[in-house]
């Protein structure tokens, strides 16, 4: 039996005794699903259905969900700056889609519901297929101190194998509104990852189309339907080049092509030398097709508690002491 981990949360303190793990591939994960009455909008029916992660498991661990970010900002740059991409799964009966249909682009980043997510969501381009999001901000209004088992994960819609490249940085700093004022060191993450599997199996969805910035409630077209799945990449404190016992404030997400060097290279999203405007769409490329699973802060899972058999092994040894106990102070008399 190994020994049990003591898992200790307070608001987003996460202190969880384990292993620290390197960057993995998230081969399965945990929802909880949660339905809801159809409604209309866009000209189509939402079953409104919510199926949030609760838990992702890689090769060697299962990492538990056990906060969301309380707040998400989409930095655009000042080209094309009005563009947005949502997929939304099918649900198998005519033209429905499963989720909830959403008003706002960064809170459906937010929603933590595989049946929805972003398209194309870094890359750049007149046409629109392209997001022009230069960066992503997920922050907690308290600090999160790092532990060996802090994680985050990162989902992409995409096939097996060939998911897109991007960049991730802790947020160490944060002003009274939980916009970011520092960064920790920048991991660039290469397209491919993802292993032989993806973490939820292939899916129809649909794809819509919005030229209004973070208002997502009127399309411009959504008449292209593919089919694909999710791919799942845990990130760690050690890939994230975090001190164990410090503290943060969340992460941001931007294409990998990013040049930024340091926290104010990084806080200068709309300069060109930095972010570049001719960030490509291609898949295997940077157009990360995000779903809607972000902000989260995850923690190893606490192994199981003991057996019931184990339990009344305890039990008889509790009672032998016990009964010894009893003997020895008879004596003593």
Same mark, same amino acid.
């Given at each position: 039996m190994g020994v049990l981990r003591l898992l200790l949360i307070s608001t987003v303190l996460l202190a969880i005794a384990g292993p620290a793990l390197a960057t993995e591939d998230i081969i399965s994960v945990t929802t909880a699903t949660t339905t809801g009455s159809p409604s209309s909008a866009e000209g189509y029916t939402f079953d409104n259905a919510q199926q949030s992660v *609760? $838990? +992702? *498991? *890689? /090769?060697t661990d299962t990492y538990?969900?056990? $906060? /969301?970010?309380?707040? +998400?900002f +989409?930095?655009?740059?000042?080209?094309n700056n009005d563009q947005s991409s949502v997929w939304y799964t099918t649900s198998g009966v005519g033209t429905d889609l499963s989720g909830i249909h959403q008003a706002d682009y960064g809170q459906m980043l937010l929603s933590n519901n595989v049946l929805l997510g972003s398209d194309n969501t870094f890359a750049n381009g007149t046409d629109p297929v392209t997001g022009n999001v230069e960066r992503i901000d997920f922050t907690w209004n308290s600090p999160i101190t790092v532990s060996n088992s802090f994680a985050l994960a990162l989902f992409e819609r995409g096939a097996v194998g060939v998911h897109d490249a991007f960049a991730i940085t802790a947020v160490t700093a944060i002003d009274g509104a !939980?916009? &970011? @004022?520092?960064f920790g060191p920048l991991l660039i993450v290469a397209a491919g990852w993802g292993g032989g599997t993806n973490a939820i199996s292939d899916f129809t969805y649909r794809l819509f189309r919005y030229n209004n910035g973070n208002n997502i409630t009127t399309s411009t077209d959504s008449s292209a339907t593919l089919t694909q799945g999710l !791919?799942?990449?845990?990130?760690t404190a050690a890939d994230l080049g975090l001190t164990i016992g410090t503290t943060i404030y969340g992460y941001s =997400?931007? /294409?990998?092509? +990013? *040049?930024? @060097?340091n926290s104010a290279e990084l806080l200068d999203w709309t300069n060109s030398t930095y972010f570049p405007t001719d960030t490509d769409a291609t898949t295997g490329g940077n157009g990360l097709d995000l779903a809607a699973v972000n902000g989260l802060l995850l !923690?190893?899972? #606490?192994? #199981? &508690?003991? $057996?019931?058999g184990l339990l009344g092994t305890?039990? =008889?040894?509790a009672c032998l002491c016990h009964q010894v106990r009893q003997r020895l102070a008879f004596n003593h008399k």
């Open positions: *609760t $838990s +992702v *498991t *890689t /090769a538990q969900v056990f $906060s /969301a970010a309380d707040n +998400v +989409v930095r655009r740059n000042n080209v !939980g916009n &970011p @004022t520092a !791919g799942g990449i845990l990130i =997400l931007m /294409a990998s092509d +990013v *040049t930024a @060097t !923690g190893v899972a #606490p192994e #199981p &508690p003991p $057996s019931a305890f039990a =008889l040894l």
